[in-house]
């Protein structure tokens, strides 16, 4: 990656082109208001948030149809990401947004949510190996 914005997590926010601490919010506030499900932007909801997706996947509805919400689960599992280990967003010149932990590693939570709702993925295994590999 070349040229990157960041955005770290230290209780304020960077400008960014685009926000996914936003669509985190989202995506806590839809889960609480329509499933009264409860986020708390912690590694363990996200075993909450892999379960919704897999509803979602058996239900069989078309990627097309759930893709901005994958999106917002995504994020909410890189603010995860972000707080447990103080990592940081990054956006890349082609758009990419990915998690970088202290030990320098990048992680992509938003393809993640998308592989498990293939059935290959987990959101909450990538936070599990982002903490335990800082």
């Known amino acids: 990656m070349n040229a990157q914005q960041t955005a770290t997590y230290d209780g304020t926010r960077q400008h960014t082109a685009v926000m996914p601490w936003r669509w985190a919010a989202d995506a806590v506030a839809a889960l609480r208001e329509g499933a009264r499900i409860r986020l708390d932007y912690s590694a363990h909801s996200l075993r909450r948030v892999d379960r919704v997706i897999e509803d979602i996947r058996r239900d069989g509805a078309p990627y097309e149809a759930v893709g901005t919400v994958l999106r917002g689960f995504g994020a909410y599992a890189g603010e995860v990401l972000a707080r447990e280990t103080g990592g ?46 800082g």
């Open 88 to 133: 940081e967003w990054l956006l890349s010149v082609d758009g990419g947004l990915w998690v970088r932990t202290p030990d320098g590693r990048l992680w992509d939570p938003l393809e993640e949510a998308r592989r498990a709702y293939a059935g290959h993925g987990s959101l909450w295994r990538l936070s599990r190996d982002a903490v335990t590999a």
